[in-house]
């Protein structure tokens, strides 16, 4: 019996939630599993690497958006998804995010279809500082969804599955924690395609490197980040000192003015988007992460296996316990730019210390994080999903 599994996002930009729904619909079993993606909007860097033999049906491909009743287009996704579930005979439903779980929810339910779901951020912060439009029916729909007992609801740390609970009110039973993966033969051979890093002169083996990579938007902290760099620039000014920002988003035109204000301009770089952040992930001394809230992020699991230093803002418990509170990275206890900018120093002074938190953060990725288990664990809850009989063990709990 082959089990069709409909992979849902909203598209296949380049971010962690795409990342790994992408690395799913590749790499499940093809003996057993035939994988399909939905997306609302057909666009993102993993389109080009889905393979052939893989469908993908878009909400917008033969749309137009017009006006209509508060609501009406989420109705028509809903109705849409479940028309292609029926039609392409779909077994089990896989999506992450709350907002595609808005649309998997009612859409499921209605094909009588199962779910898996994965919840990412802690839902007090990432939905709850969404300014959702109709928050209150949103956050009941979302309730209903992740306690339907036809489908399964994933964590992706403990920390996130206790927030979700209490945030939607249902008990804590219902959701599984199945840490994100890392591909990390993936992430190390996409590390070694540096010809980009080698075209600039003005970077050379003794320059300090900081990188941050995420959307840029407040809520991700970059202007933080810069403030810091600036603070450590001023405290050792004969240093070469260079900072990478990597993604792109709404706030980029005030930090590049942050930047110049900061008289950072030539040490501060805005990549955009990339394709491949590994060769600057890689180059890069620090990791910083300085969001105001995250779940578990997975850039810091791709800093880990490179041998990156990750430094981070207190935003998240479930990051907390995968830097082993300072085993294996570090969290500040304040949001303060001055502190931010002594701990990147204590990078470079502490050299033997990091690189014991370094060995200790490759060692736990690998226990803990690994893809070919993760997926192993995803196909059983599939089967388990399709009632074959089998129970699903969802992994090893995390020290």
Excluded at 202 to 207: F, G, L, R
Excluded at 265 to 286: I, S, T, Y
Excluded at 303 to 328: F, K, Y
Aim: hydrophobic share 40%; net charge neutral; glycine share 6%.
């Amino acid at each position: 019996m082959t089990i069709r599994v409909l992979c849902c996002s909203g598209s296949l930009d380049g971010g962690g939630s795409e990342r790994q729904l992408w690395q799913l619909a590749t790499q499940l079993d093809t003996t057993e599993f035939a994988a399909q993606i939905y997306l609302h909007y057909r666009r993102g860097s993993y389109l080009t690497q889905v393979r052939d033999r893989i469908p993908i049906h878009a909400f917008w491909d033969d749309r137009q958006p017009k006006r209509g009743l508060p609501g009406s287009i989420h109705r028509r996704q809903v109705e849409h998804l479940r028309e292609c579930i029926l039609a392409h005979d779909i077994d089990v439903v896989y999506d992450r995010t709350f907002h595609m779980t808005l649309v998997t929810g009612p859409a499921c339910q209605r094909a009588g279809c199962p779910r898996v779901s994965v919840i990412v951020s802690p839902p007090s912060r990432d939905f709850g500082q969404a300014n959702e439009r109709f928050a209150w029916f949103k956050r009941r729909q979302l309730a209903q969804a992740y306690s339907d007992p036809q489908s399964t609801t994933l964590a992706v740390s403990e920390a996130v599955a206790e927030d979700a609970a209490q945030f939607y009110g249902i008990p804590k039973s219902k959701i599984q924690v199945l840490p994100s993966p890392v591909d990390r033969e993936g992430v190390l051979a996409a590390a070694q395609r540096t010809d980009t890093l080698a075209s600039e002169s003005s970077i050379t083996q003794q320059t300090r490197r900081v990188a941050v990579v995420g959307r840029l938007s407040a809520e991700k902290g970059q202007r933080l980040a810069i403030e810091a760099f600036a603070h450590a620039v001023r405290q050792t000014p004969q240093s070469n000192w260079r900072l990478d920002l990597i993604g792109d988003g709404p706030d980029r035109s005030q930090l590049f003015a942050l930047s110049e204000q900061l008289g950072l301009d030539r040490q501060v770089a805005f990549h955009g988007h990339l394709d491949n952040p590994f060769p600057w992930l890689a180059a890069a001394d620090v990791l910083l992460i300085p969001s105001l809230y995250e779940g578990l992020p997975n850039v810091a699991l791709e800093a880990m296996v490179l041998g990156t230093a990750v430094l981070a803002t207190n935003c998240s418990p479930s990051l907390e316990q995968l830097l082993g509170r300072g085993q294996r990275g570090l969290t500040l206890d304040s949001r303060s730019s001055e502190l931010m900018a002594q701990r990147i120093e204590e990078r470079f002074q502490h050299t033997a210390a990091w690189n014991q938190r370094l060995t200790a953060a490759d060692e736990y990725v690998r226990e803990y994080h690994d893809l070919p288990a993760w997926l192993r664990r995803m196909e059983s809850l599939f089967r388990e999903q399709v009632g074959d009989g089998t129970r699903a063990s969802v992994g090893r709990q995390q020290p």
